[in-house]
């Protein structure tokens, strides 16, 4: 009975987590690993590839739907990914290494940096310069695709090693990493920027994955029904997405999103107390 518990719970918290990721694109996976803290009361370290894994699956999903519509930068994308899966394994190497409590803690920071930009950004134009400036990664109007000079691949390349880094060490997709980045040096259209940045948490979550199953920090009974729910939840999210997306639901992500970080900061504080 204990064990179908599991299961059912696995499941359903699966479901919250890939129905939130099609409302509000790539960040919605930064949600995974607090629910599966509370909810199933695992550590960071086994938590951390169960989401990755999740929310890999589910933005392959979205990710193939924008390859479809034709809106996924794929080279941008190749040249993140690609660097993302190699710091992947190290992220999980160190999250392993390194205590729960200021594992936890550093999550819960991160977090609320998500939160507070999903208030901050929900009353703003997505795609313009801030500085006024010609973008980095300029579209090319003859050919449509990004104009990869020697700035542009090593600010990609230094995005895919950040978000690569923190999918392995804490299990979050990196969308929050990418997108922004991506808004604030291209002038891809939002849809594709999310579409993209999809695409490459799918790349960077095979590198998070496959390190943590080579070393041996997988629970596949509750990562499966886990990553089926978000999957199937995805999937069905999309239907709405459209009639709930704007600031509106941007902001109520960032009250979630700010509301768990202090959860998860309350609780770090006790154990590192010793409560």
């Known amino acids: ?20 990721l099609a409302l509000t694109g790539a960040g919605g996976g930064i949600l995974a690993v607090p629910l599966l803290v509370f909810g199933l009361h695992l550590q960071m370290a086994d938590a951390a590839p169960i989401g990755l894994l999740a929310v890999g699956l589910a933005a ?21 990914g690609t ?34 930009r999903s208030f901050h950004q ?24 990004l104009t990869l000079r020697a700035p542009c691949v090593l600010a990609l390349a230094g995005t895919g090693a950040l978000s690569g880094l923190l999918s392995g060490l804490l299990g979050v997709g990196g969308g929050f990493v990418i997108v922004p980045m991506l808004s604030r040096i291209s002038d891809v259209t939002m849809r594709g920027i999310v579409a993209t940045s999809l695409a490459v948490i799918a790349l960077v979550s095979v590198g998070g994955v496959a390190g943590a199953a ?23 999210g999309r239907r709405v997405s459209a009639r709930l997306a704007g600031p509106r639901l941007q902001q109520a992500f960032g009250a979630v999103a700010g509301g768990v970080a202090l959860l998860l900061l309350l609780r770090a504080v006790r154990m590192l107390a010793g409560g």
């Open 60 to 80: 392959a999903i979205g990710a193939l739907l924008g390859l479809r519509d034709g809106i996924v930068r794929y080279r941008a994308a190749l040249l993140i």
């Open 83 to 116: 660097t993302g899966m190699l710091l992947a394994p190290l992220g999980v190497r160190l999250g392993r290494s390194l205590p729960n409590a200021p594992l936890m803690a550093a999550f819960a920071l991160v977090l609320a940096w998500v939160a507070w």
């Open 214 to 236: 080579t070393q041996g920090g997988m629970a596949w009974s509750v990562a499966l029904p886990f990553a089926a729910g978000a999957v199937l939840a995805l999937l069905a």
């Open 1 to 20: 009975m204990a064990l179908f518990d599991t299961y059912g719970l696995s499941l359903l918290m699966g479901a919250a987590v890939g129905f939130v």
């Open 122 to 145: 929900s009353g703003k134009a997505a795609c313009a310069s801030p500085t006024g400036q010609p973008h980095l990664c300029a579209m090319n109007a003859a050919t449509g695709r």
